[in-house]
């Protein structure tokens, strides 16, 4: 059936119930879903007959999430820099107690 633009797949098995001879269906395969991208005229080639504008390719979603995560670092690499140059431009303060224990 199509729900949410994905095409969900089930297996099922009718099956007789040996005490009362009734049927029932009885889910036995895998379950799996597809998400339409293109439907094609002929196999694999031809002219377009349907085009999912919502697909977004899974190389798309990894190259969005590499750019997320360098804009991560990138970020943290700066902190860094912004702290070891407050630490450099702060003004030395000696401490008077610093040999007592040596």
């Known amino acids: 059936?199509?729900?949410d633009g994905h095409v969900w797949i089930r297996n099922y098995q009718i099956a007789k119930t040996d005490a009362t001879g009734d049927t029932a269906l009885v889910?036995?395969?895998p379950r799996f879903c597809l998400q339409l991208h293109r439907i094609f005229a002929g196999a694999f080639q031809?002219?377009?007959i349907y085009s999912n504008a919502e697909y977004v390719s899974p190389n798309v979603v990894r190259?969005?999430?590499k750019v997320a995560k360098s804009a991560k670092y990138a970020a943290?690499?700066?902190?860094?820099r912004q702290a070891n140059l407050r630490k450099q431009t702060q003004p030395q303060?000696?401490?008077p107690f610093?040999?007592?224990?040596k």
């Open 1 to 3: 059936y199509l729900l």
């Open 93 to 95: 303060v000696d401490n």
């Open 76 to 80: 943290r690499t700066e902190a860094q």
């Open 27 to 29: 889910e036995v395969g």
């Open 63 to 65: 190259a969005r999430e």
């Open 98 to 101: 610093a040999g007592v224990f």
């Open 46 to 48: 031809g002219a377009t």
